[in-house]
Antibody
Framework: QVQLVESGGGVVQPGRSLRLSCAASGFTFRNYGMHWVRQAPGKGLEWMAVIWHDGSNKYYADSVKGRFTMSRDNSKNTLYLQMNSLRAEDTAVYYCARDRGSWSTATDYWGQGTLVTVSS | DIQMTQSPSSLSASIGDRVTITCRAS??????LAWFQQKPGKAPKSLIY???SLQSAVPSKFSGSGSGTDFTLTISSLQPEDFATYYCQQYNSYPRTFGQGTKVEIK
């Protein structure tokens, strides 16, 4: 069965960096686009970024463009989100989600999320 | 950016009720519309893609319709496990954007 497990969350000071990981199993990871979506406490869902199946294209929300970098290692079945220059407003649960296809369409499976708290 | 507006923001309904949630896009998104269900403390669950196609293992009491700018999610007969927050999302253009959510509560 498809499984996505995020890790790497925690408490970090403003301005610092953090890297999230999403370990995928139960499907051929290299064939699917992947997304990051976040949810601030008590708020709605915010799409962050997508990476195509082969890593050839990436798109970001304006709120994180230039600060966050999405990448993937298809040999390790793992997705990453490098978050730099973190701000208090980046505090959220971060979810990885699988795209239904190789590029960027609708998502189908989601991980359980990892909480990032940006606070001094 | 395409704005997605859901209505209502919340609703109260009884077991067995038919419930309809509306999602409106600020511009034409064809049928590039997905619906999600989220229960408190849990990850979102994908329900519908391409406006009206059910994700695998999603019960047929859920249905979606619409194209262009106006879309609906219908739950044919509300059950206790359906009380949750529902989100729409467009994937016609970047950035992908979500509606603000509709909370379905027990009357």
């Amino acid at each position: 069965q498809v499984q996505l497990v995020e890790s790497g969350g925690g408490v970090v000071q403003p301005g610092r960096s953090l890297r999230l990981s999403c370990a995928a199993s139960g499907f051929t990871f290299r064939n699917y686009g992947m997304h990051w979506v976040r949810q601030a406490p008590g708020k709605g869902l915010e799409w962050m970024a997508v990476i195509w199946h082969d890593g050839s294209n990436k798109y970001y929300a304006d709120s994180v463009k230039g600060r966050f970098t999405m990448s993937r290692d298809n040999s390790k079945n793992t997705l990453y989100l490098q978050m730099n220059s973190l701000r208090a407003e980046d505090t959220a649960v971060y979810y990885c989600a699988r795209d239904r296809g190789s590029w960027s369409t609708a998502t189908d499976y989601w991980g359980q999320g990892t909480l990032v708290t940006v606070s001094s | 950016d395409i704005q997605m507006t859901q209505s209502p923001s919340s609703l109260s309904a009884s077991i067995g009720d038919r419930v309809t949630i509306t999602c409106r896009a600020s511009q034409d998104i064809s049928n590039s519309l997905a619906w999600f269900q989220q229960k408190p403390g849990k990850a979102p669950k994908s329900l519908i893609y391409s406006a009206s196609s059910l994700q695998s293992a999603v019960p047929s009491k859920f249905s979606g319709s619409g194209s262009g700018t106006d879309f609906t999610l219908t739950i044919s007969s509300l059950q206790p496990e359906d009380f949750a927050t529902y989100y729409c999302q467009q994937y016609n253009s970047y950035p992908r954007t979500f509606g603000q959510g509709t909370k379905v509560e027990i009357k």
